[in-house]
């Protein structure tokens, strides 16, 4: 079993930063990419921003600029730094990974989601 948990959500005013974190845990045997995904009140959910083992990033261009993700390959852990943060933030922010697992011998690639942590910016 592998899961994600994320950490580091909260209500933040206009301007302010925050900085998530997603520690993944469990029978991983290569982690590929992690990422953060968000999701506001009737919209669809959305690529915040993802990285690579190797540190090869990818970012939405409306966030490119603010946010800044990173990885730490020893604690298998993604954070996603948010700076100039505004009230179109406000989302929950979920981290996905797509690795291979072990278990009992065999290997398989799979994608996982964390349960989610609530971003709120006011005004």
């Known amino acids: 079993q592998v899961q994600l948990v994320e950490s580091g959500g909260g209500l933040v005013q206009a301007g302010g930063s925050l900085r998530l974190s997603c520690v993944a845990s469990?029978?991983?045997?290569?982690?590929?990419?992690m990422g953060w995904y968000r999701q506001a009140p009737g919209k669809q959910r959305e690529l915040v921003a993802s990285?690579?083992?190797?540190?090869?990033?990818n970012y939405a261009d409306s966030m490119k600029d603010r946010f800044t993700i990173s990885i730490d390959n020893a604690k298998n852990t993604v954070y996603l730094q948010m700076d100039s943060l505004n009230p179109e933030d406000t989302a929950v922010y979920y981290c996905?990974?797509?690795?291979?697992?072990?278990?009992?011998?065999?290997?398989?690639?799979?994608?996982?989601w964390g349960q989610g942590t609530q971003v709120t910016v006011s005004s």
């Open positions: 996905n990974a797509d690795l291979t697992a072990s278990m009992y011998g065999f290997k398989y690639a799979r994608n996982y």
């Open positions: 990285i690579s083992s190797g540190s090869t990033t």
């Open positions: 469990g029978s991983i045997f290569r982690i590929n990419t």
